[in-house]
């Protein structure tokens, strides 16, 4: 088994990529409360690409002296505010709810390689909705929301419950496949389903690759709740974190309890991953990517990747998603937009590890 | 081990090689023998082809949308296979509970098909099969009986009149007098509707509206049906080439402006939220209707969706 | 002489000094069994089903002797398709075995590294964008999947290795780009269209017939002997890379060996009958665990392969009164339980 488990050294070179940096460049550490801002204006810009870009070409000055001026008659002012606010603002709540949960996930697997979609919670979400149709009558698209809520939130338990129990605890290689596994049983009880069911196939193929259009903003900010509650629960928990990185034995000896900060940050994981997809529908690769590209900016430090996370999960989403509403005449979901995106990024950061083994 | 490992792939492919060594004499497709019973169809519309059957075909087995349209004309089948055997909105008021089911949507049990020994089965397709079985699956279909593929033509008229033909081949009543009153009863609601559209602008939208997007359904034969009876029909463009739905995002779903909005599947149990959809003006005038882009190919059925559009047509605003 | 006591009943088979060959007891009482139970099964399913053929027509069938009704049902689409399912989960299996040993991990199977997602795309991109026939189909899947395959490898490797950890992360990332775009290729096409494409991408035993199963047994019976082969080095591999090399056996040869004839066994599966999903996966666990053995078990799996498919296509034909499914469902449903209870067990034990 000497290729799949990891020292503790190893495991700490996948997950502080950047350690030895900036050790050597205290000047970093300075520097990364002023990094903060260009994040911030990239974010914004995201979003007010979002705003401004969709498949109906709207002026910029039109769009917002409509988002001021709300007019129910005018048809351009009922599409800023039933369409690119409410998008907007699910790109802003989804994406920060997915870029911390892919954070969370990665810091306690301690494997960079980690995000909702990877990890079989967008399957266990697309199970439940396909069950809810299915079985249960449901047909308001409202409900949708929470069945997924209900199948993410499950799934991330089931995930974790798996994965950090055994010896999986020293290797994170093993809950990253124990994460694949599941999503990959879960999609297939879907595929059993929509096989026998085929008018929820119908319904259920547009969702089933993640979409932004159609969310009310009342439903929206309805998971909202859920999504603050898990960032505040993250927020709290990332000086834990940071022991934990250390591995399982070296944090018991700095007194800390690593299955009751595994069992916190579960919960985070599965508010946030459950809400993002409650939301939106299964997004995969956006967990994977901020979180990473975070760490490239900011180095290993748990705070500090989440807070970049809040802000460059969004951007990504944000530029994703404007490009869908363009790309072709109906529009392209989002979901399939960051896996073009996400997966060479993704190849990229793997051949960039210092992954060694026997 | 290594012995025991190289022993059992080799008896199988011994058994494999006896045994298609045993074959080499059934594989017989059917002989076309000239008696003095035997059939041949010239199908209506697919130029070229010509079936021919041993006697008239008895024993029948057909997908659900062929006996949507022939049901009209007393032709019953043996057994169902294929999509949408459950959809009201495709079968109508047709009560199939007792038909016996070999296949549902894609697949078929084609053991069950062999045991029925049908004398012809009908489905949509072409000459070498059904439209969604593979060629394997269709070279064991059409071993068993010859494929009849229901009529595909450009105007509804035509493809009623061709479907007509194979229930009329099929041993179905389609020269009584219901038959003919059906049809007067069509050119009839075809009439009426010309005669309300007449100096009218009405636009009218046929669409499957779902969460992600509204799909149109423009150039299809119900649109050029309504189109030529005088209403102008809009909806986003379809493809060049593979699914016919024209795909229109939510934002610009506004810029197709339609006084009335047939939707695919209307009715009792339909229900759809989303916000702009109700943003749309036919929908806020509730000037909504029905169609089907794969209900049965009948003068009956046509007849009582035009009336029901006529209908529409007479007690809609002009909202777009 | 002494006769060693290898910890394990041990059948010799040839001279009591200097034995031909050794089987472990246990191992080759299982195949026994398992393969008994496989002809068993296989028999029944030939002579029994909804064509309305009495057993003993069947067997005169078989025997060439029966009508052409009879013939044509038992001969021409009952025999080729239990050849067909015994033989691919055998393939399946041993595919499985080999990529567990190479990636020294139950769950590395060739699943993981996107193959069978890149074949689904493959002939996703045939069936639903151009159009085409089986033949196209089994084009486009062979290379839709060779091609994922080749690309993992290529962005796994470094510096010319290939390490079992980031081919599995590699394999992963490049599955889920590529079942994204299968979700997107499903959603342009008409709803008839993608669920006859979701059929294939099941898994689907149904239209066999014996020129397709000839050559396909051709092919994988050259995979199955060179796995067969393979054993003993990767037996000694096992051990530990060193204490092989130290053995005068180049390691790095058996690698590639394995995983060219992994993923020629896995091609030749997808290709032909869509992507089954789990049979790769559990079988070879399975036959672990009944054998006590420490890692591979190529035998045993190929065994258990081979049953569960065939029980699998069996049950998926007879199952839903009203339609046969197709069997990549029924493994799904069972392989999908099954590996649901050895992830928690094994979470819980050890």
Not at chain 2, 156 to 172: H, K, N, Y
């Amino acid at each position: 088994m000497a290729s799949s488990q990891l020292s503790p050294a190893e495991t700490r070179d996948l997950a502080s990529d950047g350690a030895e940096e900036t050790g050597h460049r205290p000047d970093l550490l300075r520097r990364r409360r002023l990094l903060l801002f260009p994040l911030a204006l990239l974010c914004l810009i995201a979003l007010c690409a979002s705003m401004l870009v969709g498949s109906r070409p709207i002026p910029p000055a039109e769009v917002l002296r409509a988002a001021l001026h709300p007019d129910p008659a005018d048809e351009i002012s009922q599409l800023v505010h039933l369409s690119r606010i409410p998008r907007t603002v699910l790109v802003l709540l989804a994406g920060a709810a997915l870029g911390v949960a892919g954070a969370l996930m990665q810091a306690v697997t301690r494997n960079p390689m980690t995000d909702p979609g990877i990890l079989g919670v967008n399957s266990g979400a697309s199970l439940a909705v396909v069950t809810g149709l299915a079985f249960f009558g449901m047909s308001d698209i409202s409900q949708y929301m929470w069945w997924s809520f209900a199948g993410a939130m499950v799934t991330s338990v089931l995930v974790f419950a798996i994965g950090t129990t055994g010896p999986a605890r020293g290797n994170p290689i093993r809950m990253t496949l124990a994460g694949v596994a599941l999503g990959a049983v879960l999609s297939g009880f879907s595929s059993a389903v929509l096989f026998t069911h085929s008018e929820v196939l119908e319904r259920m193929r547009g969702w089933s690759a993640g979409t932004t259009a159609s969310q009310p903003l009342e439903a929206t900010l309805q998971i909202a709740p859920f999504i603050l509650l898990g960032l505040v629960i993250a927020a709290l928990s990332t000086r834990a974190l940071d022991v934990l990185s250390l591995g399982d034995a070296a944090a018991v000896a700095m007194g800390a309890h690593p299955q009751r900060i595994r069992a916190v940050v579960l919960v985070a994981i599965a508010l946030l991953a459950g809400g993002a997809t409650a939301a939106a529908g299964p997004i995969g690769f956006i967990g994977l990517l901020a979180p990473h590209l975070a760490r490239m900016v900011v180095g290993p430090h748990q705070g500090w990747i989440m807070a970049c996370s809040v802000l460059i999960a969004p951007t990504v989403l944000g530029l994703a998603d404007s490009l869908g509403r363009v790309l072709t005449a109906g529009e392209v979901p989002v979901g399939v937009v960051t896996a073009f995106i996400g997966a060479p990024v993704l190849i990229g950061m793997v051949r960039r590890f210092r992954v060694s083994e026997a | 081990m290594r012995t025991r490992q190289l022993l059992l792939p080799s008896l199988l492919a011994a058994a494999a090689l006896a045994l298609s060594a045993c074959t080499s004499s059934g594989a017989d497709p059917a002989d076309e023998q000239s008696t003095a019973d035997a059939v041949t169809f010239t199908h209506p519309t697919l130029d070229d082809l010509e079936i021919d059957f041993e006697g008239q075909p008895d024993v029948l087995v057909m997908d659900c949308y062929a006996y949507s349209s022939l049901h009209e004309y007393g032709v019953e089948p043996d057994a169902l296979f294929g999509f949408d055997c459950e959809n009201p909105f495709v079968m109508g008021d047709i009560d199939i509970s007792g038909i016996e089911r070999i296949g549902q949507d894609g697949e078929i049990d084609v053991e069950k098909l062999a045991a029925l020994r049908p004398d012809a089965i009908i489905g949509q397709g072409g000459a070498e099969g059904w439209s969604w079985f593979d060629k394997s699956v269709n070279s064991q279909l059409t071993r068993v009986a010859p494929f009849i593929p229901l009529p595909d033509a450009e105007t509804v008229d035509e493809e009623i009149d061709a479907t007509r033909d194979i229930a009329g081949f099929l041993g179905g009543d389609v020269d009584s007098e219901a038959v003919a009153q059906v049809d007067e009863d069509f050119e009839t609601a075809r009439e009426d509707l010309r005669s309300a559209l007449e100096g009218e602008e009405v636009s009218i939208m046929l669409a499957s509206p779902t969460k992600e997007m509204l799909y149109t359904a423009v150039g299809f034969q119900q649109s050029a049906l309504l189109e030529e009876a005088g209403a102008t029909i809009v909806g986003g463009e379809p493809p060049a080439e593979g699914n016919p739905w024209g795909q229109v995002a939510w934002e610009e779903a506004s810029s197709h402006p339609a006084d009335i909005i047939l939707i695919e599947g209307y009715g009792e149990g339909w229900s759809f939220t989303a916000d702009l959809w109700e943003e749309l003006p036919a929908v806020q005038a509730d000037q909504l209707g029905s169609w089907g882009s794969k209900g049965a190919m009948t003068s009956r059925a046509y007849a009582d969706w035009l009336t029901e559009v006529t209908a529409l047509v007479e007690s809609a605003d002009d909202v777009a | 002489m002494t006769t060693l006591d290898l910890g394990r009943p041990v059948l010799r088979l040839g001279r009591a000094g200097r034995p031909l060959l050794l089987l472990d007891a246990r191992s080759a009482a299982l195949c026994a069994g398992l393969w008994t139970a496989t002809v068993l099964l296989a028999g029944w399913a030939a002579l029994s089903g909804a064509a309305g053929i009495t057993p003993a027509d069947g067997l005169a069938a078989l025997l060439g002797r029966g009508d052409e009704y009879t013939t044509m049902v038992v001969v021409e689409w009952r025999a080729p398709r239990i050849v067909m399912a015994v033989l691919l989960g055998a393939c399946l299996a041993i595919s499985g075995a080999l990529f567990q040993n190479l990636t020294a991990n139950p769950l590395g199977s060739p699943d993981v590294i996107g193959f069978q997602t890149g074949s689904y795309t493959g002939a996703l991109v045939v069936m639903l964008l151009l159009g085409g026939g089986t033949a196209a189909v089994i084009t486009g899947a062979l290379t839709g999947g060779l091609l994922t395959a080749a690309i993992v490898f290529a962005l796994a490797s470094r510096r010319g290795a290939v390490r079992g950890v980031r081919l599995i992360i590699v394999g992963i990332g490049v599955s889920a780009m590529l079942a994204s775009v299968n979700v997107w290729i499903l959603l342009t096409a008409t709803v008839e269209d993608a669920i006859m494409a979701s059929l294939w991408g099941a898994g689907n035993l149904s239209g066999m017939s014996w020129p397709l199963v000839v050559p396909t047994a051709t092919v994988s019976i050259v995979f199955l002997v060179a796995a067969a082969l393979l054993a003993r080095p990767m037996k000694v591999t096992q051990v530990g890379i060193p204490f092989a090399t130290a053995l005068g056996q180049n390691v790095r040869a058996v690698q590639i060996a394995a995983i060219v004839v992994g993923i020629g066994l896995i091609a030749l599966s997808t290709a032909t009958v869509g992507p089954v999903s789990f049979v790769a996966l559990a079988a070879p666990q399975i036959a672990r665990r009944l054998v006590r053995a420490d890692g591979l078990a190529l035998g045993p799996s190929a065994a258990i392969g081979a049953l569960l498919l065939l029980l699998a296509d069996v049950i998926a034909q007879r199952l839903d009164p009203d339609s046969p499914l197709p069997v990549g469902i029924v493994t799904v449903s069972i392989g999908g339980i099954y590996f649901l209870w050895l992830l928690i067990r094994e979470g819980r034990t050890r």
